[in-house]
C-alpha cells in the first residue's frame, strides 16, 4: 500500500547567509532549526538560499555562491537588486518545474511581492512574517488580495500590530522554537553565577543602553554579546575607526552603550557562538531584554529558557507569551524597575524554565505547527 506523496516545500531563505548561518543569523537559523523536522515528517525540501549553504536537504537552489550579507549596507535600491537576482532564480525554477506543492519564503516584501506577482497557476506561497511590522507599516503596501498567498506570524503580538492588509491574509502565528530545548547534550552544566546577560544585537530597540545604565546603578555585573552593526569583535570596531559611524548602531553603541562599559562591571564581549555562548546563558543569574521595540519573535528568549535560565525584561511585544510572570520570568511595562527584578530572578525555579521550553519551544513542535499552515493554505488557495 502506498501512502500520499510527500508535500514538496520550497524553502525560500533568501541570498543573505548561508544556511545554517555561520555566526548571527535570525531567519537562516529558524530555517536550519525547522528544515531537519519537517524532513522527518515525510516533507520533501528544495532549499533556495546561496551555494555555500551546507543544510541537508532533498534539492538546492541558489543564484550566489556566498551570502550576501555584507551588502545590506549598501543603498536600499541595491539590496533589492540582490534580493531580485535570487528571487529571479527561485521563479525561473518554479516556472520549470511542477512538482511544487508549497513555496515557504522567508525573504522580507520583496519576496512576497515577487511570488505574489506570479499568478494563478503558480505554486501557493505562505510567508513568514519576521520583523515588527507597527514600525515599517508600509513594507508590504502592494500586497493584493490573491488567494494564492498567505502569511505567518513568528507571535500573536507581532501580527496583531501588522497592517490591516497584511493581516487579511494571515493564517496564524507560529513561535520560534530552539534544538537547545531537546538536544540536552548542547545543554551545559554551568552553575548559575552572578552575572546578567544582555544577548542580542546592539541596537536602540534591544536597550542594551538601559542595561547598562541600570547595572551601574544598582551594582550588578552585566555581560552584553551581540554584534555592534557588521562589527563582531571589539577590536574589529576599534579598528574600522570614524566611518563605522555611518552605522546607526554604531553611532548608538558609542554614544549611549560605550560611556558605560567600564570592562568590569559591564562588559561587551562581542558576538558568541556555539558552546561560549550557551555557556554563557546558562552561567547567568538571568537574561535580560529591557526592550523599547515590540520583539517580534524572540528567538534568544527561548533559549535561554531552554538552558533554565530565567528571562527578565519588559512586557513588550511577544514576550507576555514566551514567559509567564513568576514562573519563567519577571515582566515589568517599567523599565526602573528591571534592576529589582534581576534580584528577584534568583528564586525563579530553573528547572520550570526548562520544562516550558521541552513543552513549547522544540524544533518539533516548530515543524508540525507549520504542515498544518502548509495543509491550509493549500487548501484554501484550491487546485494549481
Ligand atoms: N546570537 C548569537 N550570538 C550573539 C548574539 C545573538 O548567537 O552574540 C543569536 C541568539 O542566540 C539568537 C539570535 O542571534 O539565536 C537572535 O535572534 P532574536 O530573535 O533573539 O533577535 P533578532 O536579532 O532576530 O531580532
Given at each position: 500500500m502506498t501512502g500520499p506523496a510527500p508535500v514538496t516545500v520550497l524553502m525560500n531563505a533568501g541570498p543573505w547567509l548561508s544556511v545554517p548561518p555561520p555566526g548571527y543569523g535570525g531567519i537562516e537559523n529558524v530555517v536550519a532549526t525547522l528544515v531537519p523536522e519537517l524532513r522527518r515528517l515525510g516533507v520533501r525540501v528544495v532549499l533556495a538560499s546561496v551555494g555555500s549553504s551546507t543544510l541537508d536537504v532533498d534539492e538546492r537552489l541558489s543564484?550566489?555562491?556566498?551570502?550576501?550579507?555584507?551588502?545590506?549596507?549598501?543603498p536600499y535600491n541595491q539590496v533589492c537588486g540582490i534580493a531580485q537576482a535570487h528571487l529571479g532564480g527561485v521563479v525561473r525554477a518554479l516556472r520549470e518545474r511542477d512538482d511544487i506543492d508549497l513555496v515557504h519564503d522567508h525573504v522580507e516584501a520583496v519576496g512576497l511581492a515577487t511570488l505574489t506577482a506570479m499568478g494563478p497557476g503558480a505554486p501557493p506561497v505562505l510567508h513568514t512574517l519576521h520583523w515588527d511590522l507597527g514600525k515599517h507599516p508600509d513594507l508590504y503596501g502592494q500586497l493584493d488580495g490573491g488567494e494564492r498567498v498567505r502569511v505567518n506570524g513568528v507571535s500573536a503580538a507581532q501580527l496583531a500590530r501588522a497592517p490591516a492588509a497584511l493581516r487579511a491574509h494571515s493564517v496564524g502565528h507560529v513561535h520560534l522554537a530552539t534544538p537547545l530545548a531537546v538536544d540536552a547534550d548542547r545543554r551545559p552544566a554551568a552553575e548559575p553565577g552572578e552575572h546578567v546577560l544582555v544577548l542580542g544585537r546592539i541596537n536602540p530597540g534591544k536597550g542594551q543602553d538601559v542595561a547598562a545604565r541600570l547595572a551601574r546603578r544598582a551594582g550588578f555585573p552585566l555581560v552584553l554579546a551581540g554584534p555592534v552593526g557588521p562589527y563582531h569583535r571589539p577590536e574589529e570596531l576599534a579598528a574600522?575607526?570614524?566611518?563605522?559611524?555611518?552605522?546607526p548602531d554604531v553611532r548608538f553603541w558609542y554614544e549611549q552603550v560605550a560611556p558605560h562599559v567600564d570592562g568590569v562591571q559591564v562588559r561587551w564581549v562581542g558576538t558568541v557562538a556555539g558552546a561560549d555562548r550557551d555557556d554563557l546563558v546558562a552561567s547567568a543569574r538571568a537574561t535580560l531584554f529591557p526592550l523599547r521595540w515590540e520583539e517580534p519573535g524572540g528567538t534568544a528568549v527561548v533559549e535561554s529558557l531552554a538552558l533554565g535560565t530565567p528571562v527578565v525584561a519588559t512586557a513588550r511585544g511577544c514576550l507576555p507569551e514566551l514567559i509567564t510572570h513568576g514562573r519563567t520570568g519577571l515582566l515589568t511595562e517599567d523599565e526602573d524597575e528591571l534592576a529589582d527584578l534581576l534580584f528577584a530572578a534568583?528564586?525563579?525555579?530553573r528547572d520550570e524554565c526548562r520544562r516550558e521550553a521541552v513543552l513549547r519551544f522544540t524544533p518539533e513542535a516548530m515543524a508540525r505547527r507549520y504542515v498544518e499552515l502548509y495543509e491550509r493554505v493549500r487548501q484554501q488557495s484550491g487546485p494549481v
Open positions: 543564484v550566489f555562491a556566498d551570502g550576501q550579507f555584507s551588502a545590506l549596507q549598501r574600522a575607526g570614524d566611518q563605522a559611524r555611518q552605522n534568583t528564586l525563579i525555579d
